[in-house]
Nanobody
Framework: QVQLVESGGGLVQPGGSLRLSCAAS????????MGWYRQAPGKERELVAR????????NYADSVKGRFTISRDNAKNTVYLQMNSLKPEDTAVYFC???????????????WGQGTQVTVSS
């Protein structure tokens, strides 16, 4: 019904930057919160950043505040994560998340992308 497709991951040196994108497609009536989570090997999945439907409010994990910026383009059903000053501890699989109504009458349901690997290493 709804697909989230991430792009933009890769290998970057410490101090470098990457920009992740996530495009939602399929049976979409409206999209609420969109966000990014990450999961490092042997660790729980954690929230990185989240943005409200209109884009007016965001929240970030303490570990990324001041370095990462989340934004969205509602005309394209896309959320972005600009990651600057990357550190080795940012290495993880990054997952896109969105809450989506597929019809006017349906509830918001939670959807996940397949994940994109971000590796920060020299």
């Amino acid at each position: 019904q709804v697909q989230l497709v991430e792009s933009g991951g890769g290998l970057v040196q410490p101090g470098g930057s990457l920009r992740l994108s996530c495009a939602a497609s399929g049976s979409i009536f409206s999209i609420g919160f969109m966000g990014w989570y990450r999961q490092a090997p042997g660790k729980e999945r954690e929230l990185v950043a989240r943005i409200t439907s209109g884009g007016s409010s965001t929240n970030y994990a303490d570990s990324v505040k001041g370095r990462f910026t989340i934004s969205r383009d509602n005309a394209k059903n896309t959320v972005y994560l600009q990651m600057n000053s990357l550190k080795p501890e940012d290495t993880a699989v990054y997952f896109c998340n969105a809450v989506v109504k597929t019809t006017m009458a349906s509830p918001y349901n939670n959807y996940w992308g397949q994940g994109t690997q971000v590796t920060v290493s020299s």
